[in-house]
C-alpha cells in the first residue's frame, strides 16, 4: 500500500451485484489495453451479494487515454451494472480544511500533507476564528476567517461554497470545526466531507463525548472519522480506534489523550479518501489497504 | 501485581471524602501492628474529592486477628468517614458460574480457575441447558440443570438462589448466560454478579449487539465485563477491550472473533474481583492493580 | 474470511515472477470451467518482482475434477513460472500436537478444534510426559507418550515420525513441546511444523525469553508463532502479538501474561494454515486473510 | 496523572531497601508539615527487596521551603538507606533538542511544547544540518547549527556542551539526531539524555532497523524511547509501541508508518520526564503514572 506519490497510475473502484466472470472480464480488460496490474483488491459481500473491487495499474504503456477508457469500459460497466469510478493518481484531490480554535488535527494534517503522505493539494484552510492564522500560513496556505453565528449560518455557508467552488474543491476535511453544517451544505458535497468524533461510535454521539465517556466510567476512549451525511454522527465509518484509560485519569487526562487518537483517525481517513481506497456501500465502507 | 494464589494477606479497600492526613493515619495504624506493606496504592479523585485505596500486607508477623484489627481500625474509619472492606487473601471468594449454551467464556474460566489463575472456589455451576455438562464434570464441579421460561422464572430464580444460599456463594459469573436476571435477583447479590455483554458498551446495548455492529459498519468490536444491576448493560464497568474487523469480515467473523474478546474481558474482570482489586465509587470501577 | 467449514471450495495458491497478463490468465481458466470465485486475493512484491495469489472458488458447478484440474492448469503455470498449490476446503488438515507440561496452548488449540474453527483433524498427540493426558482424552484423541533423553532422542524421533506416517500427518503443532527437534526431523516435515516462541522474535531468541525480557526492562512482552526450521527460532514468522508490562509486574507476572498471548498467535497460525492462507517466500510469509 | 501545568507542587522520588514503616515515615513527615497529598504511588519490587516511591504534594499551605525540607528530610533518608530526589512542579526542566533531517519527532515534540503538554523549557534545538531552521523559528525557538563529521566531532560536541551549560540544559531529547554520541558526551548528562530508536528493542539494534525488520519478515514494527548510555541502544527504556504490518507494506510502508510510533514513544517519554514520573533503577525505569 505504497503512497501514491509518485506513480503514475490509473484506479478503478467498482460495485455491482456479483456474478461469474467479473474478474476475468475487468482482467482481460485492462491486460488488453497492456495494462501492468500494481494492486488489485476484491470482495464478495456474501449476505448483500455484492461484488466490491479496486484495481490499480501503471499508466505507463497503457493504451488509452481517459476519454478512450470511459468509452470502452462503458459496454462492461453496463452489462455487470455496475457502479464505478475511474481515478488518475497524478489528479490531486482539491481539499479544503475547515477548523475552529482546536487546532492538534489541523497541525497534523498540514504536517502530512507538506510531508507527502496525502495526494492532495490544500488551496485554502476556512475558519470561524482567526486563532490558527499563523500556523496555515506557515504553511504557505490562503486561510479564510468566517464567523458564523445562528444568525449568520446560511450566509456563512453561502459565502463558504463560494470559496470552495472558486477552487475547484472536491473533498472538506472538517478537522475538530465545531459548527454543524446544514442540511443544504451537505447535500452539496455527497461522500466528500470527512469529520472525525471524539468517541468509538455509535457510542456518545452529540456533544461533549468525553464527558460522556467519563461519566459512563468506560475503561477505553475512541475516536471516528467518518463521512458527513445529514444525520448527525450516522455517516459511513471510515476509521475507528481506542486507547486504554483507567480511574487514574480524570476528565482532563481524556481530552489530552483522545486528541492523539483524534489526529490519528482523521489522517488516515484523509490519506486513504485521497488514495481512492475508499468505496462507499450499504452505509458502511470498504478500505482497500 | 502478582497472584494471591501462595499469599497469606490482608487487604483493605477504603474510600471516603479526600482529607490531610489519610494515609499517614492508615500507614501509621498498619505500621504500629507490625504490617510489612507489600501494595500500597491510593487515588484522589479531584472531581469528586474523593479518597480511594486499597492496601495489601503480609500477615506474618501482623499483630492483629482479624476481630482485632475491625475492632482496632473503626474508630479510624469512623473519624475519616470511610467506607470500608477487610478481606483475607486465603478466604477464597466462593464463585457459581451461570451459562447456557454458549461455552467459550465457560471453558476459559474453568481452565484458569483450575490453573490457580483465579483466587475462588467454585462449588457449583448452574445452565439452563444440559449441554455443557461434560465440559464442567471435566472439571470436577457439580452441575445443575434449571431450565427457566417465561412461566417458570420466579420459581427457577427462587431455586438458583436456594443452590447459591446453601454454598454460600458470594459471586455469581454469568459466562454468556442468555437470561436475563430479575431485579429481585440482583438485589439479591448486589455487586456480586458480573457479566459479559459482546459490545463495546455503551454502544449496541440489548440484543445481538454483533448485528448491530455489522450493521454500522464499525472498524472495531468490542467486548465488555460489568457488575450487574437493575438496568440492562448499565452497571459499572470492569473492564473492555476491542479488535479491529473491516469489510471483509461477515456477521459470522464478528461473532467468531468476538469469542476471544468475551473470554479476555470476563477473565480479567474474574481475577481482578476475587483478588480484591475492585472497588466501586459513583457507578464506576476503581482497579487496583 | 469466513471459516471453510461448510465449504465446498477449490483454492489456489501461487507465486511467480510478476509478470502482465497474470490475472487474467488465472481469471480466464476459472471462469472458462464456470468457477464461482469467492475470494481472490493477490500481491506484488515491487522489491523482489513477485506475483503472490491465492484464490479460492465454490466447486459446485465446477466443471474438472482434481486430474483434470492439475492437467489442465500445469501449461499455464508452467508459461508463467509458477510455484502452486492446489487445496480443496473438504480434504482436512491432519494434525499432530506435540506437548510437554505447559498446558495452556494445548487446552486452546483442542477446544478451539472442537469448536470447528481449524479446518482440521488432530488423529494423535503426543508428549514427551504423562501430565496432559485426561484433557486429550476428554476430546476424544489418542495420547502417546515418547519420553526423550539426551540418548533416546534418535529413537523417540524415529517413533514420533512412525506414528506420524502411520496417520498420515501433514502438520505438527508444537504447542509448548519443551524438546528442539533435531535437523533430521524437521527436513522431514518441511514448512509443516508450527512452533509459539514466548517472545516478540527476534528479540530474546534461545532460553528463557520471559526471564530475558525481565532484565532488559521491556514495556511490551510478546509471542511469536512460525515455521520450524534447521536454524533455532529462525524460521518464518506467522503471527506475533504483544502486551503491555510495567515495572509492577514480576517476572511471574510476565510468564502469567505471556500465556495469553502465546495461545493467540498459536490458534491464529494454525486457523491460518489449516484454512490454505500461507504462502511462504523468501523467508517470510504473505497471510491471505 | 494530570498535567503539572497549572500545579504548585512538591514532588519526592525515593528508591532504598525495603524495609517496614516506610510508607509511614514519608506519610508522617509529610502530614507533619500539612502536607495536601495529590498522588503517591509506591512499589515493593519482591526479587531485589526495593521500594520505590514517588509522591506529590500541593504546596499551598505546606510549612517548608526547600532549604527546609531538604534539610528536614536528610534524617529520614539517612535512617532508610535512600537515594532520593526532590522537584518543584514551578521549575520547569530545561530541555534541548538535537535533531538531524528527518522532523517527524521535532514537529511533534514542538507542537506538544508549544500546547502546555511538557513542563518544560525549550531554550534551544541544535541540528548538524540547517533544514528545519523554519520550523524551529516558528515556534520562536533559537536554533544552532553545528555540523559534525568524523574529524570534527570532538570540537563539535565541545561547542553542543557550551550552549548546553549557557542554557542550563538538564534535559536532552534526541529527535532522531542521526549522529552517535561520545561516551565522554554521555557522561557529561548520565540520564539527561533521551534518545527514539526506530525498532521494538532489543530487537534490530544499531542501523537501518526498518530494513531488518523488512528483511525478518516480522508482523509488528516498533519504536523505543530510552535513556543514553555508553553502550549503542542499551539504556533503561522508557516507552514502546508497535504496529501492525503485513506482507503488503514495503519497506517504505514500514518507514512511514513507523513514523508515528516514533513521535508517540518520544513524547510519552518526554512528557514523563518533565513531570519527573521516571525512576531509573537496576537498569529498567519506573514510570509513575
Known amino acids: 500500500m505504497a503512497t501514491n506519490a509518485a506513480r503514475n497510475t490509473g484506479i478503478l473502484l467498482i460495485d455491482c451485484p456479483d456474478r461469474k466472470g467479473l474478474v476475468a472480464a475487468i482482467a482481460n480488460f485492462l491486460y488488453s489495453y497492456n495494462a501492468n496490474i500494481l494492486h488489485a483488491d476484491q470482495h464478495q459481500d456474501a449476505e448483500l451479494k455484492l461484488f466490491l473491487m479496486r484495481v490499480e495499474w501503471d499508466l505507463d504503456g497503457f493504451a488509452l487515454d481517459e476519454a478512450q477508457l470511459r468509452a470502452a469500459f462503458a459496454p462492461i460497466a453496463e452489462q455487470f451494472q455496475m457502479r464505478w469510478r475511474l481515478e488518475y493518481s497524478t489528479v490531486k484531490t482539491k481539499m479544503a480544511i475547515f477548523v475552529s480554535k482546536y487546532d492538534h488535527c489541523l497541525v497534523d494534517v498540514l504536517y502530512r500533507y ?125 476509521e475507528q480506534d481506542v486507547l486504554r484509560v483507567s480511574h487514574r485519569d480524570s476528565l482532563q487526562d481524556l481530552i489530552d489523550k483522545g486528541r492523539d487518537l483524534e489526529r490519528t483517525v482523521l489522517s488516515h481517513a484523509v490519506k486513504w479518501h485521497t488514495e481512492h481506497r475508499v468505496l462507499v456501500y450499504d452505509k458502511k465502507t470498504a478500505i482497500f489497504i
Open 114 to 238: 507538506r510531508s507527502g503522505e496525502f495526494n492532495c493539494d490544500i488551496p485554502l484552510v476556512i475558519s470561524n476564528h482567526p486563532d490558527v492564522r499563523p500556523l496555515v500560513e506557515f504553511y504557505g496556505i490562503p486561510f479564510h476567517v468566517i464567523p458564523v453565528t445562528a444568525d449568520t449560518k446560511v450566509e456563512a455557508e453561502r459565502q463558504q461554497i463560494d470559496l470552495l467552488e472558486q477552487h475547484n474543491v472536491d473533498l472538506i476535511v472538517l478537522a475538530r470545526y465545531m459548527q454543524v453544517l446544514s442540511g443544504d451544505f451537505v447535500a452539496h458535497y455527497p461522500g466528500k466531507v470527512i469529520n472525525v468524533h471524539h468517541s468509538f461510535l455509535p457510542a456518545f454521539i452529540g456533544a461533549k463525548p468525553y464527558h460522556q465517556a467519563f461519566a459512563r466510567g468506560v475503561k477505553l476512549i475512541g475516536a471516528t472519522s467518518h463521512y458527513v451525511t445529514e444525520v448527525l454522527d450516522a455517516g459511513p465509518i471510515i
